[in-house]
T-cell receptor, first 114, second 110 residues
Framework: ETGVTQSPTHLIKTRGQQVTLRCSSQ?????VSWYQQALGQGPQFIFQ???????GRGNFPPRFSGLQFPNYSSELNVNALELDDSALYLC?????????????FGPGTRLTVL | QKEVEQNSGPLSVPEGAIASLNCTYS??????FFWYRQYSGKSPELIMF????GDKEDGRFTAQLNKASQYVSLLIRDSQPSDSATYLC??????????FGAGTILRVKS
């Protein structure tokens, strides 16, 4: 167990709806990264939050947005859901100290878009 | 060319054998290298990380890094059926995103 928690575990939405996924980071960690993992693929970087600011973004459209709170927990919001958004969404927690950043994953949220 | 490439497998080894998993990467600016294990339906679990050229051992696992050849490998000694999973290689520039390969499926036969 990494100490990183995510909610909900599973979610079913219909195309065009909006969804919010939540992540609580491991104690002592100050950085949260979000990844999308489609079936049979490696995780793809969505964005990272450090000290409540976005600290890097992958090749995802603006309808993917996020927040980090003062307690370092985070939310991922996806608007106007599309069928291709169906995936496992992973949150990773780490401590950014200016060097290498070892990331520990939560259990993930399985999103199905119908 | 993909940024991180892994053979998708499946790689099948008998119980007790050495499993060798390989990964190549394209970004010469990569500084940190990670191996994650992912069981079906679960999230990735960190096995090892390596920053410097050479070998790093942790129990039954050895990570090997060759930055000149842009090559990372993971050796699993005395493979067990519980090692059967998908192994993800990930590379990172300082601090920021992990770039993953698609993973290699390992099957350990008892």
């Amino acid at each position: 167990e990494t100490g990183v928690t995510q909610s909900p575990t599973h979610l079913i939405k219909t195309r065009g709806q909006q969804v919010t996924l939540r992540c609580s980071s491991q104690s002592g960690h100050n950085t949260v990264s979000w990844y999308q993992q489609a079936l049979g693929q490696g995780p793809q970087f969505i964005f990272q939050y450090y000290r409540e600011e976005e600290n890097g973004r992958g090749n995802f459209p603006p309808r993917f947005s996020g927040l980090q709170f003062p307690n370092y927990s985070s939310e991922l919001n996806v608007n106007a859901l599309e069928l291709d958004d169906s995936a496992l969404y992973l949150c990773a927690s780490s401590f950014t100290s200016g060097g290498g950043d070892t990331q520990y994953f939560g259990p993930g949220t399985r999103l199905t878009v119908l | 060319q993909k940024e991180v490439e892994q053979n998708s497998g499946p790689l099948s080894v008998p119980e007790g054998a050495i499993a060798s998993l390989n990964c190549t990467y394209s970004d010469r600016g990569s500084q940190s290298f990670f191996w994650y294990r992912q069981y079906s339906g679960k999230s990735p679990e960190l096995i090892m990380f390596i920053y410097s050229n050479g070998d790093k051992e942790d129990g039954r696992f050895t990570a090997q890094l060759n930055k000149a050849s842009q090559y990372v490998s993971l050796l699993i000694r005395d493979s067990q059926p519980s090692d059967s999973a998908t192994y993800l290689c990930a590379v990172q520039r300082y601090g920021n995103k992990l770039v993953f390969g698609a993973g290699t499926i390992l099957r350990v036969k008892s």
